[in-house]
């Protein structure tokens, strides 16, 4: 890793960092020791004293791992707008734009990250410091942290150099930077294969554990209740830790959309997560205190009302992914009856409103009667893509209203965003089909996590009866502990479920992160994942205890 780049990245000089933050930061990691030992050194004791040597040493590996963080960082913040950044070039470029203007629009677009701040001293060195387009494209790509960036200033600086017109070279960069993050996407994809891969076998190690929780201190003697809370966090920690490592992993490609303007499924989502959980403890009163059910099934009952939330918001998501699927022929077609009227919008717009496209159809018509009274057409297009849902649309809708407003050629405009709006909703079937694989394998796995568990529980169970009952003479060493009779069964089922319930939230919301979906979102399978995992430990214990001849 290049240490100017690296610092480039950081807005300060590698002199600059040393000075101001690791001299600081490691004197005070190495001065907090000797001070703690001087005045208390009583309290330095053991496992303590271990833990305050080593802030030293973390100290230092977080001083010298922060640099490469925050390049990491800043290099997906540049990938993962690639895609939105050459589309919004090159509708521009349709335009009387200069090249200077050109790239502060795009500079100003906050939802570039750090893309916009490094097109931005491209414009800086123009207007500042006087060096040509070219030149300011090759310093900054000298300095960038992405190589999908660098490699494409690079290339637009030598296009520069050789007089090729602007509007064709981005024209032609289209499809060579949407190829560029069609590789990027799917390696995003396969290392999902990759996560599902570490998740089960992760998960199977971690059933063994609990196995192992279970019937240990019928033949030890050690504490049951104890093992099985450790159990639950180490379990809960794992889980918890691979599925951040998914977040990491997964392409950040959001669905729905981020404008401050609340829509109907909005506010539906938000009133019915409150009905939800009153629902939820008006359900536990009777399933405590009246109902005498097993607390496998009682728990599932208790926490079924949740699936309201996830199903409303299921729906809405839907909607959401059809609409996408519409939008790229209502934009080509915006596009084209704009570009042969002139330009004139409102007038193709009026005439889009008699013309089916599926769910669409009716954001469309609101569209056309918001940007017909000519109050604010910018704010029209953010209201319709709010109105639609998806980022998608409203990445790309904001870009071919700015293009058109400023004078593009409508039917260019179109056609480059409805090509590359298509080829993302392409990638985005890969990645629905990826979640849609991972649901099934997640469904068996938490059936054959339930069912290995609570098995473990009915042999135990049979055991802690044996030797509760068995008549053993007080000199005879029969070579096993058979305290078996202090382990309380009932509170090893009940924490059993804890840790599955805990597992299902886990699971659910594993399956969010891979599809990019809504948070609520996640109810639908938690109350999927929790029965299926009270069903299968209910007949687990009951099967069980037929075969075992006790019940």
């Avoid at 009270?534 to 069980?544: D, H, K, N, V, Y």
């Amino acid at each position: 890793m290049n240490q100017k780049i690296l610092f480039h990245v950081m807005g300060i000089s590698q002199k600059q960092y040393i000075i101001r933050f690791v001299i600081p930061i490691m004197s005070m990691g190495i001065l907090f020791p000797v001070v703690m030992v001087l005045v208390a050194p009583n309290l330095i004791q053991g496992n303590l004293r271990i833990i305050i040597y080593l802030i030293p040493v973390m100290l230092f590996f977080l001083v010298m791992f922060y640099p490469s963080t925050v390049y990491q960082n800043k290099k997906l913040q540049i990938d993962e707008n690639m895609h939105y950044y050459i589309t919004h070039l090159g509708v521009l470029s349709t335009s009387q734009l200069s090249r200077k203007e050109l790239l502060k629009r795009v500079a100003s677009n906050e939802a570039y990250e750090y893309l916009a701040e490094e097109t931005d001293k491209i414009y800086m060195l123009m207007n500042d410091w006087g060096l040509s387009l070219a030149q300011a494209c090759r310093f900054i790509a000298r300095r960038t942290p992405s190589e999908l960036y660098a490699d494409f200033l690079d290339r637009f600086a030598h296009a520069l150099d050789a007089g090729e017109n602007l509007e064709t070279f981005l024209k032609t960069e289209q499809k060579v930077v949407m190829n560029d993050f069609d590789t990027m996407y799917k390696a995003a994809l396969h290392s999902i294969d990759l996560v599902k891969e570490t998740f089960v076998s992760m998960v199977m190690a971690l059933v063994f554990l609990a196995s192992f929780a279970i019937i240990m201190p019928i033949l030890t003697g050690m504490d049951a209740t104890l093992l099985m809370i450790g159990t639950i966090f180490i379990f809960v920690g794992t889980e918890t830790l691979l599925v951040y490592f998914a977040k990491m992993k997964v392409p950040k490609d959001k669905i729905w959309h981020t404008l401050p303007i609340e829509t109907h499924a909005d506010r539906a989502i938000k009133i019915s997560f409150p009905i939800s959980l009153l629902v939820c403890m008006i359900v536990s009163i009777p399933v405590i205190f009246i109902l005498d059910f097993p607390v496998t099934i009682s728990l599932s009952i208790i926490l079924t009302p949740l699936i309201l939330t996830g199903q409303i918001a299921s729906r809405a998501e839907n909607r959401i992914k059809r609409k996408d699927s519409n939008f790229a022929s209502f934009i080509r077609s915006l596009g084209s009856s704009a570009g042969a009227r002139g330009g004139l919008i409102n007038e193709s717009l009026r005439q889009l409103t008699y013309h089916d496209f599926g769910p669409l159809t009716k954001d469309v018509t609101e569209l056309y009667t918001r940007i017909s009274t000519r109050i604010d057409k910018m704010k029209s297009w953010n209201y319709f893509a709010a109105g639609t849902g998806s980022n998608l649309i409203e990445r790309f809708g904001n870009i071919f209203a700015e293009g058109t407003h400023i004078g593009g050629k409508p039917e260019v405009i179109g056609e480059i965003i409805a090509d590359n709006f298509m080829h993302i909703v392409s990638l985005r079937k890969l990645r629905y089909n990826s979640s849609s694989s991972l649901v099934g394998i997640l469904y068996g796995l938490t059936a054959g996590i339930a069912f290995t568990l609570f098995i473990a529980l009915s042999v135990v169970g049979l055991m802690n009866s044996i030797f509760t009952t068995a008549d053993i003479p007080e000199n005879m060493d029969v070579g096993l502990y058979l305290g078996g009779s202090g382990m309380d069964v009932a509170l090893i089922s009940s924490l059993l479920m804890v840790l599955l319930v805990f597992h299902s939230l886990i699971s659910a919301l594993l399956i969010r992160i891979v599809d990019g979906g809504h948070f609520f979102n996640i109810y639908t399978h938690f109350v999927g994942l929790l029965w299926t995992s009270s069903i299968c430990g209910e007949m687990a214990l009951r099967s069980t205890a037929s075969l075992l001849g006790f019940a």
